[in-house]
């Protein structure tokens, strides 16, 4: 088996890493390949997200070097197992996918490992895809959307949606303080690269005057699909892919870009795990556009390598994160201001809610 | 006879008179490392400083510094009270109605009342969802006809949590009280009605009161299973219908701030164990497997027993007036048609998902664009659902297995115990049902983290049968109880050793609880999800698990596909099993 | 249609030839059917005021339904039932004032003794003075004063007993019906508490429908006895007239030992049976060919009687103090049973003897 990819396979990555920076690429995928393949076992947020990464990740990693990858659905908040796992030393995940602020948690606590090569390596990558342990393959925006069948009037921004009066509709908002408070004080009029730090009596004032008028606080994703597809709201804040998922389902529904907030998901490695070395091999790959490109095609998340644009059709692009036309509207959101303060406002939001 | 002697001579000799309570060491033993110490050691943790590892009171202080925690746990409390009630309400009449049904009719029914339990919760409250929203088969069938002008606000508020949390929670409600009022001599009702009191008047005075063991029975159970709940307030809840739970799974899944999650854990815990107390102070705690109320100090009876008069007198004349108005005839309707509406209510949502699970749409919606069976393709079509459901089927039948063993031996321990070590050990077998699930999911998280049994399947058996045994030793300690002992005695003096009075006798004689503490154990595993979420690891996935994946992200009709096969399967497996019993009984 | 019992109790009057209604309580035509099945057939009673009326047969005889349907408990499908002259047949159970007590008791297991025994008065709205009034003459009529507080599982059968009747006589209610009352209890205990009912009955005049499977307990207790077999009432009357005077076989096989031959009536004093031909008592009369001979033990001799005489062989001597009973099989197997008074001779086992009766001592039935 390994003996004959080899050949193959040394040729292949070489073609995938498009010259950039080859013989560096080169060199972690030889010493892979030379040891007998390894199976390395990867949690991908699930649902979905399975298949996709399969398709644009997983099986052109086997094919290229021979290794297994076993994917296993991980939980929306991975940090607790992953910090058991990392204490415990019972890796049961080689390489994880991770939020930022998950990532800045983590790494808070030294539980990560570096994924061994930087942005010098992939310099079309976003800047903030990329980090000494953490290397982001896509894109997602909380953005909002709303049912064109039954909001005549369109609101193109976050004041729009937080005006009630002008543009009248059933609204949802997501039962969290993380995007909500951004999208209260960007209503409010601040600029959006003048969010953080977060001026949170502000944002609860703002808050304050539209609670009455939300019918549904979400909690989940999928649950702001359903909203959207079934009309039990009219407009409501959620994350791009699962907005887009109704619209593609048929719903009349159509997303605001304007002022949307992105993050990024990623690979990590948890600290001394025994497959490092493969692990590492496969988060350089999915660095690769073309893999990227492919994994749009499945589902609305934007690629961090800005060169898979050139291979995504320009009906797709329109809806995705970082297409160079919804790029410019939208700021990255701050995920250090959240990781201190977050379990601060969470109490104060929760009071609210209560209120 | 001179096997009884000779084993019992030792234990006396040994002046230690622990008797027969030596069956539920096994038991004790589980729980101690799986249940009591991995919860001490979590709420341990509430007095740890994350930061040095020092001892540190910061995390209670942080409670006690603003009232929203409080606030919370009030709201807990709240809605796990009102689907208490909610739930008696519903199911005494349906329990009251099926008490009184023929066996054989009785077993039939009973089934119906079931079929909540084979459907996941996950895809209940998503049928719900469909149900209750605002362009939902109600509000559209309102609207279409012209009955109302505006959608109902059904979802999204305390109506839609009740209605979510009561579906599931009344055949619980209805199984508890159930073995309560079948024991009930009805000759009772009908000495009350010849020394003068109206059928009205004489059920309350009588079966109403007789039935009290069964209805607090099943009212604490319903109160501390939905104190633990916090899916179904999070999708059919509106801003304030947030559970205590849902802050405890926060705070260690995307805060990790165990400290904080052990503090609000030993919130939670002292105030299950306060309404337990006074549950025991009213009700007596034996009375949940089926033991006779204590008879009630002097006072709080009479003031009981008033109550009861005042309430019987009231009904009395009100049953004589709707008699009046209504004709003998539709009285006589009015409690079947009720209970028929009751098993409507607990069957609709699982009706739904079959025609959902054939759409050929991408959501799960109502009515179907289409039809196809496109969605059992792709379940059957993928490994992970298909590993998934053996896996929860093979995890359920060794949960089952356990628990009942495990709990059976506890129950024929205290059964033949009678020293004042059994009321201890009893609480203690029942503590896993008190503890909320996500304290115990985290505790055995951290224990299982240390000794590799995360991401295993034994993990996932190991934390099912510690959820299970309450169930399995309440159900067959209640069968015991009416169980004869002399039979046993009549074996020994026969010949027969201990395993073969077990084996012959006793086993044969309970199989009916048996059989039934095995359904309950299943069924505890097979829709576990909190445990699942921290044991599996999201390598070893279960159904539940699954699903919970799917509805976090994308939901499609795939959660109905399998929500249908399961039910067949079930259904199949259930028939098959009475089939069996029936010819072997015959 | 009706299997008419008790007549004389309602009499047509003369001018407008309507029913007048005698008697406590009168049941006409009153039948009870399942279905197919028939529960009771259409039967006609009446039982007097103070009667001590006791409801005899074996079981599925159709007692226990007769009962149910006078207190209510069951729906009649046909038929009356009178109480004090009112009809009560469209009463609901608890507005018929009737008392009824049940076979292993019923007693509120929630309440105590008093509570037990106050309840049908508190049901009546009685104040609280004369309840506590009654109830305490009531427990010392029954001799539990001194168990008042205690719960119903704390006392032993007959104690249980005792409020069960407590509880039915405290209200003086117009009837008490009592359904096989001393079912559970051991035989002492039970000929005690016959006993004591007899006194409770006397002292109270009350007036008591009474169910039981046990002839003897009928016999002793009975002002009459209402005989029931195959959900109908086979035969009505007074211990004695149904002892001596049975008018079925089944009536005379119920009660008491019977010695029965059966045989063909020869339409004047003579009844041809495989044993032998016998001599009837004067005045015989049946309504068909086929008859029965009925003898009872004690009127069974050594030797002949009157022309009537069987042969048989000594099988078994029972003692039983104060008489003896022998038990011979006759020439086909079948058994014989005489009673040997203190003085007579005991013959032994196995020896052949020949027992005759006096003619008149026989009953012919159908």
Same mark, same amino acid.
């Given at each position: 088996?390994?003996?004959?990819?080899?050949k193959p396979?040394?040729?292949?990555?070489?073609q995938?890493?498009?010259?950039?920076?080859a013989?560096?690429?080169?060199?972690?995928y030889?010493s892979?390949?030379?040891r007998?393949?390894?199976?390395?076992?990867?949690?991908?947020?699930?649902?979905?997200?399975?298949?996709?990464?399969?398709?644009?990740?997983y099986?052109?990693?086997?094919?290229?070097?021979?290794?297994?990858?076993v994917n296993?659905?991980?939980?929306?908040?991975?940090?607790?197992q992953?910090?058991?796992?990392?204490?415990?030393?019972?890796?049961?995940?080689?390489?994880?996918?991770?939020?930022? @602020?998950?990532?800045d948690?983590?790494?808070?606590?030294?539980?990560?490992d570096?994924?061994?090569f930087?942005h010098a390596?992939?310099?079309?990558l976003m800047p903030e895809?990329?980090?000494?342990?953490?290397?982001g393959?896509?894109?997602?925006?909380?953005?909002?959307a709303y049912?064109t069948?039954?909001?005549?009037?369109?609101?193109?921004?976050?004041?729009?949606f937080?005006?009630?009066?002008?543009?009248?509709g059933? %609204?949802?908002l997501?039962k969290?303080?993380i995007?909500t408070?951004?999208?209260?004080?960007l209503a409010?009029?601040?600029?959006?690269?003048?969010l953080?730090?977060?001026?949170?009596e502000?944002?609860?004032?703002?808050?304050?005057k539209i609670?009455p008028?939300?019918a549904v606080?979400?909690?989940?994703?999928?649950?702001?699909t359903?909203l959207?597809?079934?009309?039990?709201?009219?407009?409501?804040? =959620?994350w791009?892919?699962?907005l887009?998922?109704?619209?593609?389902g048929?719903?009349?529904?159509?997303?605001?870009?304007?002022?949307?907030l992105y993050s990024?998901?990623g690979?990590?490695?948890?600290?001394?795990?025994?497959?490092?070395d493969?692990?590492?091999q496969?988060?350089r790959f999915? @660095?690769?556009?073309?893999?990227?490109?492919?994994?749009?095609?499945?589902?609305a998340?934007?690629?961090t390598?800005?060169?898979?644009?050139?291979?995504i059709?320009?009906?797709?692009?329109?809806?995705?994160p970082?297409?160079?036309?919804?790029?410019?509207?939208m700021?990255?959101?701050n995920?250090d201001?959240?990781?201190?303060?977050?379990?601060k406002?969470?109490?104060r939001?929760?009071?609210?809610?209560?209120a | 006879m001179?096997?009884v002697?000779?084993?019992?001579?030792?234990?006396r000799?040994?002046?230690f008179?622990?008797g027969?309570?030596?069956?539920?060491?096994?038991g004790?033993l589980?729980l101690?490392?799986?249940?009591?110490?991995?919860?001490?050691?979590?709420?341990g943790?509430?007095v740890?400083?994350?930061?040095?590892?020092?001892?540190?009171?910061?995390?209670?202080?942080?409670?006690?510094a603003?009232?929203?925690y409080?606030r919370?746990?009030?709201?807990?409390?709240?809605?796990?009270?009102?689907?208490?009630?909610w739930?008696l309400l519903?199911?005494?009449?349906?329990?009251?109605w099926?008490?009184r049904?023929p066996?054989?009719f009785?077993? %039939?029914m009973?089934?119906?009342?079931?079929v909540?339990?084979?459907?996941?919760?996950?895809?209940?409250?998503?049928?719900w969802?469909i149900?209750?929203?605002?362009s939902?088969?109600i509000?559209?069938?309102?609207?279409?006809s012209?009955?109302?002008?505006?959608p109902?606000?059904?979802l999204h508020?305390?109506?839609g949590?009740?209605?979510?949390m009561?579906?599931?929670m009344?055949?619980l409600?209805?199984?508890?009280?159930?073995?309560?009022?079948?024991g009930?001599?009805?000759? /009772?009702?009908?000495?009350?009605?010849?020394?003068?009191?109206a059928?009205a008047?004489?059920?309350?005075?009588?079966y109403?009161? /007789?039935?009290?063991?069964?209805?607090?029975?099943a009212?604490?159970?319903v109160?501390?299973?939905?104190l633990?709940?916090?899916?179904v307030?999070?999708?059919?809840?509106?801003?304030?219908e947030t559970?205590l739970?849902?802050?405890?799974?926060?705070q260690?899944?995307e805060?990790?701030?165990?400290s904080?999650?052990?503090?609000?854990?030993?919130?939670?815990?002292?105030?299950?164990?306060?309404?337990c107390?006074?549950?025991?102070?009213?009700?007596g705690i034996?009375?949940?497997?089926?033991?006779?109320?204590?008879a009630g100090?002097?006072?709080?009876?009479?003031?009981?027993?008033?109550?009861?008069?005042?309430?019987?007198d009231i009904?009395g004349?009100?049953a004589?007036?709707?008699?009046r /108005?209504l004709?003998?005839?539709i009285?006589?309707?009015?409690?079947?048609?009720?209970?028929?509406?009751?098993?409507g209510?607990?069957?609709?949502?699982?009706?739904?998902?079959?025609?959902l699970?054939?759409?050929?749409?991408?959501?799960l919606e109502?009515?179907?664009?289409?039809?196809?069976i496109?969605?059992?393709?792709?379940?059957?079509e993928s490994?992970?659902w298909?590993?998934?459901?053996i896996?929860?089927?093979?995890?359920?039948?060794?949960?089952?297995?356990a628990a009942?063993?495990?709990?059976?031996?506890a129950?024929?321990?205290l059964?033949?115990s009678r020293?004042?070590w059994?009321?201890?050990i009893?609480a203690?077998?029942?503590?896993?049902?008190?503890?909320?699930?996500i304290?115990i999911?985290?505790?055995?998280f951290?224990?299982?983290?240390?000794?590799?049994?995360?991401?295993?399947?034994?993990g996932l058996?190991?934390?099912?049968t510690?959820?299970?045994?309450?169930?399995t030793l309440?159900t067959?300690?209640?069968v015991l109880?009416?169980?004869?002992?002399?039979?046993?005695?009549?074996?020994?003096?026969?010949?027969?050793?201990?395993?073969r009075?077990?084996t012959?006798?006793?086993?044969?004689l309970?199989?009916?609880?048996l059989?039934a503490?095995?359904?309950?154990?299943?069924?505890?595993s097979f829709d576990?999800?909190?445990?699942?979420?921290?044991?599996?690891?999201?390598?070893k996935?279960?159904?539940?698990?699954?699903?919970?994946d799917d509805?976090?992200?994308?939901?499609?009709?795939?959660?109905?596909?399998v929500?249908?096969?399961v039910?067949?399967?079930?259904?199949?497996?259930?028939?098959?099993?009475?089939r069996?019993?029936s010819?072997s009984?015959? | 249609m009706?299997?008419g019992?008790?007549a004389?109790?309602?009499?047509?009057?003369?001018?407008?030839?309507?029913?007048v209604?005698?008697?406590k309580?009168?049941?006409?035509?009153?039948?009870?059917r399942y279905?197919?099945?028939?529960?009771?057939?259409?039967?006609?009673?009446?039982?007097?005021?103070?009667e001590?009326?006791?409801?005899l047969g074996?079981?599925?005889?159709?007692k226990?339904?007769?009962?149910?349907?006078i207190?209510?408990?069951v729906?009649?499908s046909?038929?009356?039932?009178?109480?004090? =002259?009112?009809?009560?047949?469209?009463?609901p159970?608890h507005?018929?004032?009737?008392?009824?007590?049940?076979?292993?008791?019923?007693l509120?297991?929630?309440?105590?003794?008093?509570?037990n025994?106050?309840?049908?008065?508190?049901?009546?709205?009685?104040?609280?003075a004369?309840?506590a009034?009654?109830v305490?003459?009531t427990?010392?009529?029954?001799?539990?004063?001194?168990?008042?507080?205690?719960f119903?599982r704390?006392?032993?059968?007959?104690?249980q007993?005792?409020v069960?009747?407590?509880?039915?006589f405290?209200?003086?209610?117009?009837?008490i019906?009592?359904?096989?009352?001393?079912?559970?209890?051991d035989?002492?205990?039970?000929?005690h508490m016959?006993?004591?009912?007899?006194?409770?009955?006397?002292?109270?005049?009350?007036?008591i429908v009474?169910?039981t499977?046990?002839?003897?307990e009928?016999?002793a207790?009975s002002?009459r006895?209402c005989?029931?077999?195959?959900?109908k009432?086979e035969?009505l009357g007074?211990?004695?007239?149904?002892y001596?005077?049975?008018?079925t076989?089944?009536?005379?096989?119920f009660?008491?030992?019977?010695?029965?031959?059966?045989?063909s009536?020869d339409?004047n004093g003579?009844?041809d049976t495989?044993h032998?031909?016998f001599?009837?008592p004067?005045?015989?009369h049946?309504?068909?060919?086929?008859a029965a001979?009925?003898?009872?033990?004690e009127?069974?001799h050594l030797?002949e009687?009157?022309?009537?005489a069987?042969?048989?062989?000594?099988?078994e001597?029972?003692?039983? =103090?104060s008489e003896?009973?022998v038990?011979?099989?006759l020439?086909?197997g079948?058994?014989l049973?005489?009673?040997?008074?203190?003085?007579?001779?005991?013959?032994?086992?196995?020896?052949?003897?020949?027992?005759?009766?006096?003619?008149?001592?026989a009953v012919l039935?159908a």
């Amino acid at each position: 088996m390994t003996n004959l990819t080899t050949k193959p396979t040394r040729r292949t990555l070489l073609q995938l890493a498009g010259g950039v920076a080859a013989g560096a690429v080169a060199a972690p995928y030889l010493s892979g390949t030379a040891r007998a393949a390894t199976q390395i076992t990867v949690a991908d947020p699930g649902g979905p997200f399975g298949p996709a990464f399969r398709k644009a990740f997983y099986d052109p990693f086997e094919k290229a070097t021979g290794n297994k990858v076993v994917n296993v659905a991980r939980e929306a908040e991975p940090t607790a197992q992953f910090k058991a796992m990392v204490e415990t030393k019972s890796y049961t995940w080689d390489v994880c996918t991770l939020t930022l @602020s998950a990532r800045d948690i983590l790494k808070k606590q030294g539980l990560l490992d570096p994924i061994g090569f930087s942005h010098a390596d992939v310099p079309k990558l976003m800047p903030e895809a990329i980090s000494a342990e953490f290397m982001g393959t896509d894109v997602y925006s909380t953005v909002f959307a709303y049912r064109t069948d039954r909001v005549k009037n369109a609101p193109a921004s976050w004041t729009d949606f937080f005006n009630v009066e002008k543009f009248p509709g059933r %609204r949802a908002l997501r039962k969290n303080p993380i995007d909500t408070i951004e999208q209260a004080l960007l209503a409010d009029g601040v600029p959006l690269d003048k969010l953080y730090p977060l001026d949170i009596e502000r944002a609860f004032k703002v808050l304050d005057k539209i609670k009455p008028h939300v019918a549904v606080w979400w909690t989940g994703g999928a649950q702001s699909t359903q909203l959207l597809q079934s009309g039990e709201v009219d407009m409501l804040p =959620g994350w791009n892919a699962r907005l887009q998922a109704a619209i593609d389902g048929g719903t009349p529904a159509k997303i605001v870009w304007n002022q949307g907030l992105y993050s990024i998901e990623g690979w990590g490695l948890p600290k001394g795990g025994p497959k490092a070395d493969v692990a590492r091999q496969f988060i350089r790959f999915c @660095s690769d556009p073309k893999a990227q490109a492919a994994f749009t095609e499945a589902l609305a998340y934007g690629p961090t390598n800005l060169d898979a644009y050139q291979t995504i059709a320009a009906d797709r692009a329109k809806v995705l994160p970082t297409s160079p036309e919804n790029l410019k509207q939208m700021a990255i959101a701050n995920e250090d201001w959240w990781s201190a303060n977050r379990s601060k406002v969470t109490e104060r939001f929760n009071a609210w809610l209560l209120a | 006879m001179s096997a009884v002697a000779a084993r019992a001579a030792p234990a006396r000799r040994s002046g230690f008179r622990f008797g027969p309570l030596w069956l539920a060491v096994p038991g004790l033993l589980f729980l101690a490392v799986f249940f009591a110490w991995p919860v001490a050691q979590l709420l341990g943790l509430s007095v740890v400083d994350p930061e040095n590892g020092g001892l540190s009171t910061e995390s209670y202080r942080r409670i006690a510094a603003t009232d929203v925690y409080l606030r919370v746990l009030g709201i807990t409390f709240r809605i796990a009270g009102w689907t208490a009630l909610w739930s008696l309400l519903i199911g005494y009449p349906l329990a009251y109605w099926l008490a009184r049904l023929p066996d054989m009719f009785r077993g %039939r029914m009973l089934l119906f009342v079931m079929v909540p339990f084979w459907t996941s919760y996950l895809v209940k409250t998503f049928a719900w969802m469909i149900v209750l929203g605002r362009s939902g088969i109600i509000n559209s069938l309102a609207t279409g006809s012209g009955l109302i002008d505006q959608p109902l606000p059904l979802l999204h508020n305390m109506f839609g949590v009740m209605v979510g949390m009561v579906h599931a929670m009344v055949p619980l409600a209805v199984m508890t009280m159930l073995p309560v009022m079948t024991g009930i001599d009805r000759r /009772l009702v009908q000495a009350a009605q010849t020394l003068g009191a109206a059928p009205a008047r004489a059920f309350w005075l009588v079966y109403f009161k /007789l039935s009290l063991p069964g209805v607090a029975a099943a009212g604490l159970l319903v109160f501390i299973s939905s104190l633990g709940f916090f899916i179904v307030p999070a999708f059919l809840g509106g801003r304030q219908e947030t559970m205590l739970a849902q802050l405890i799974i926060t705070q260690v899944q995307e805060l990790l701030n165990w400290s904080f999650a052990g503090a609000l854990a030993a919130m939670m815990l002292a105030a299950a164990l306060v309404s337990c107390w006074i549950y025991d102070r009213l009700f007596g705690i034996s009375t949940i497997a089926g033991g006779s109320a204590q008879a009630g100090a002097g006072r709080i009876r009479d003031l009981g027993l008033a109550i009861l008069g005042v309430v019987g007198d009231i009904a009395g004349r009100a049953a004589a007036v709707t008699q009046r /108005l209504l004709g003998k005839r539709i009285c006589g309707w009015l409690l079947p048609g009720f209970c028929w509406l009751v098993i409507g209510f607990l069957v609709l949502p699982t009706l739904l998902v079959i025609p959902l699970a054939f759409t050929s749409s991408q959501f799960l919606e109502f009515p179907p664009p289409g039809y196809g069976i496109g969605w059992f393709r792709t379940y059957f079509e993928s490994p992970l659902w298909i590993q998934a459901t053996i896996r929860s089927f093979m995890v359920a039948f060794a949960t089952a297995l356990a628990a009942t063993a495990i709990g059976g031996f506890a129950a024929l321990a205290l059964a033949h115990s009678r020293t004042r070590w059994s009321g201890l050990i009893f609480a203690f077998f029942l503590a896993p049902m008190i503890v909320p699930r996500i304290v115990i999911a985290v505790g055995l998280f951290y224990l299982f983290a240390r000794i590799g049994l995360v991401a295993t399947d034994l993990g996932l058996i190991i934390g099912h049968t510690v959820l299970a045994i309450p169930f399995t030793l309440v159900t067959i300690a209640a069968v015991l109880k009416t169980y004869d002992q002399r039979l046993d005695q009549a074996a020994a003096t026969l010949g027969a050793n201990r395993v073969r009075t077990l084996t012959g006798v006793t086993i044969p004689l309970v199989k009916g609880g048996l059989v039934a503490a095995f359904l309950f154990a299943f069924i505890t595993s097979f829709d576990e999800l909190t445990i699942a979420i921290f044991i599996s690891g999201g390598v070893k996935t279960t159904l539940p698990k699954q699903m919970w994946d799917d509805m976090i992200l994308q939901l499609n009709p795939t959660l109905a596909a399998v929500s249908v096969v399961v039910f067949v399967v079930v259904t199949v497996m259930l028939l098959l099993a009475e089939r069996f019993r029936s010819s072997s009984s015959s | 249609m009706a299997t008419g019992a008790g007549a004389g109790m309602a009499v047509r009057e003369p001018n407008t030839g309507k029913l007048v209604i005698e008697g406590k309580l009168v049941i006409e035509g009153l039948g009870k059917r399942y279905g197919a099945t028939t529960a009771l057939e259409p039967s006609s009673l009446s039982v007097a005021e103070g009667e001590f009326l006791t409801l005899l047969g074996p079981s599925g005889s159709g007692k226990t339904t007769l009962l149910q349907l006078i207190c209510g408990l069951v729906e009649a499908s046909e038929g009356r039932v009178v109480i004090d =002259g009112r009809d009560q047949s469209n009463m609901p159970v608890h507005q018929r004032d009737i008392g009824l007590v049940f076979q292993h008791y019923a007693l509120f297991p929630h309440l105590t003794v008093a509570e037990n025994i106050a309840f049908p008065l508190k049901m009546r709205g009685r104040p609280s003075a004369e309840i506590a009034g009654r109830v305490a003459s009531t427990l010392d009529m029954v001799h539990l004063g001194h168990l008042a507080g205690r719960f119903p599982r704390e006392l032993s059968g007959g104690q249980q007993q005792r409020v069960a009747l407590a509880r039915c006589f405290v209200y003086q209610p117009s009837i008490i019906l009592m359904d096989e009352p001393l079912g559970a209890l051991d035989k002492k205990l039970r000929e005690h508490m016959q006993i004591e009912i007899k006194r409770l009955h006397r002292e109270s005049g009350a007036t008591i429908v009474y169910v039981t499977h046990d002839q003897e307990e009928a016999l002793a207790m009975s002002d009459r006895i209402c005989l029931m077999n195959h959900a109908k009432i086979e035969q009505l009357g007074t211990p004695r007239e149904i002892y001596e005077r049975p008018r079925t076989a089944f009536a005379a096989d119920f009660i008491g030992i019977s010695n029965i031959f059966r045989g063909s009536w020869d339409g004047n004093g003579a009844l041809d049976t495989p044993h032998g031909r016998f001599a009837l008592p004067r005045g015989a009369h049946c309504q068909s060919k086929d008859a029965a001979l009925v003898i009872r033990p004690e009127n069974l001799h050594l030797g002949e009687r009157d022309g009537n005489a069987v042969s048989g062989r000594v099988s078994e001597i029972v003692y039983a =103090g104060s008489e003896t009973r022998v038990i011979a099989a006759l020439g086909d197997g079948s058994p014989l049973v005489l009673r040997l008074g203190p003085d007579d001779p005991v013959p032994a086992i196995d020896q052949a003897i020949v027992a005759g009766w006096a003619r008149d001592k026989a009953v012919l039935v159908a």
